[in-house]
């Protein structure tokens, strides 16, 4: 007799996708697997696009990608499961087209390509009484919609596409340019002006430098004291946080102010699953996704898992290491607790981490605990803890962006074994 195949929707062929799809199609895995993805290929937000706001479709652009970008951490730790970087070059610090290769080039090894719905757009997801999931999709191609059902679902539709803007006096009656690192492209538009970049987050500190190389002035506004020690070009100047705007100027909290023609928000992004039935019970509470159990499983459909929400932290390790779990969950080889337990559990944990951080809506960042994070999905999911030379080269690289920002991607990095590395020119 035939066995019988849980079917698994997988949303999204990015990074977390791919992982996903391979997992889950691999040989004896007991899984039929459909994903898919709003474009016509692989990679997510590393498909770069001129194109800002909505697609020819009419949907909103998903990629954050713009021109010139290289990697701010090794490639050594950006890998999927089973599939090393290509070798072509040495470098350690790739561009983001080299990565979109790298994902082409894994769709293909593991014969992916066809098991996802290109061109097909997720409307909405929907829980039924049943225990499976009713999914609706445009097909925007032929331009029909369908509606699919399935056993479980996976969303890995990525946290870099919805921008955060922050709240600024007067931002209203400001004339000049007001753009978010989303939808920059290059720093060709801000020639000759005087440029504020409003966070210095990876985007904000390489966006800044780009810009400063053909700008007049770029005031880096920001409250990260490790980031002071960076030294910038001599037309990058480091300011305070913004207290106010002006049609022509902004004011900083130290009471300096500087003319700007033009405002570029690197303030990151927002959690938003807009396409979830309100049965699905998932909402964003202060940047917050809940009711999530370790991050990812809705605890009150635990079917459905949203991969990848933790930030600060090895990403492609977490997406394998998350997937993984999941599916050893819905193979009946782990347990869950029951949904009371896994509350409880969960606001234990967001307590202990709001009294470290101080606010909640730093309960997604990992940063120094993520080993703690990940070794917890292991023990959950049954499966090896992740290598420590992965958290120690995240952690090295991360340390050597800020103390040399000007030189840090002209080292290489080697992996020695499961807990050494080298570094080298």
């Known amino acids: 007799m035939k066995e019988t195949l849980k079917k698994v929707a997988v949303i999204g062929a990015g990074a977390a996708g791919l992982t996903a799809t391979k997992r889950l199609t691999e040989a004896g895995s007991g899984f039929e697997c459909c994903t898919f993805e709003q474009t016509n290929g692989v990679g997510g937000t590393w498909v770069y696009t001129d194109k800002v706001g909505q697609d020819e479709q009419g949907l909103p652009v998903h990629s954050s990608m713009y021109q010139g970008l290289r990697t701010n951490l090794p490639k050594q730790i950006m890998e999927l499961p089973d ?11 790739v561009t983001s087209q080299d990565v979109l290769n790298y994902f082409e080039e894994y ?20 829980p039924l009484d049943n225990n499976q999931w009713k999914i609706q999709v445009t097909d925007l191609k032929r331009q029909k919609n369908h509606v699919y059902y399935f056993d479980a679902v996976i969303v890995c539709i990525g946290n870099y596409s919805n921008p955060v ?19 920059y492209k290059n720093p060709s538009m801000f020639q000759n002006m005087n440029v504020a970049v409003i ?3 990876s985007s904000g500190l390489d966006i800044s430098n780009q810009i400063s190389k053909v700008a007049k002035k770029v005031y880096l506004s920001h409250h990260n004291e490790k980031i002071r020690q960076i030294e910038f070009p001599e037309n ?14 902004l004011k900083f909290i130290d009471r300096t102010e500087f003319d700007v023609d033009a405002i570029v928000y690197c303030t990151g992004y927002e959690y938003k699953y807009s396409f979830l039935s309100s049965k699905c019970n998932i909402s964003v509470q ?11 499983i809705n605890i009150e459909h635990p ?8 930030r600060d932290c090895p990403g492609f390790t977490l997406f394998d290491l998350q997937v993984r779990c999941f599916i050893n969950i819905l193979n009946n080889k782990v347990t869950l607790l029951n949904k009371n337990k896994m509350y409880d559990e969960t606001e234990i944990d967001m307590k202990e981490k709001q009294e470290i951080t101080g606010q909640q809506k730093y309960y997604h960042i990992m940063n120094k605990h993520a080993q703690k994070y990940f070794d917890s999905l292991s023990e959950l999911g049954k499966l090896p803890t992740t290598r420590q030379v992965v958290f120690d080269v995240y952690f090295h690289g991360l340390e050597r962006m800020v103390k040399d920002f000007k030189n840090f991607r002209t080292k290489t990095y080697k992996l020695i074994d499961d807990d050494r590395f080298e570094v080298s020119e």
Do not use: W
């Open 107 to 126: 769709a293909d090894h593991f014969n992916l390509r066809k098991f996802i719905k290109f061109r097909h757009h997720v409307n909405m997801v929907e």
């Open 303 to 310: 079917t459905m898992c949203i991969i990848g929400i933790p």
């Open 236 to 249: 990058l100047i480091q300011t305070a946080d913004v207290s106010k705007a002006t049609p022509h100027s």
């Open 286 to 296: 202060n940047m917050v996704v809940k009711p999530l159990y370790k991050h990812f």
């Open 165 to 183: 803007y922050p709240k600024i006096d007067g931002i209203e009656n400001f004339k000049g340019i007001q753009l978010h690192s989303h939808d």
């Open 199 to 201: 966070g210095a987050g």
């Open 83 to 93: 599939f090393p970087h290509p070798h072509q070059t040495k470098k350690s610090y």
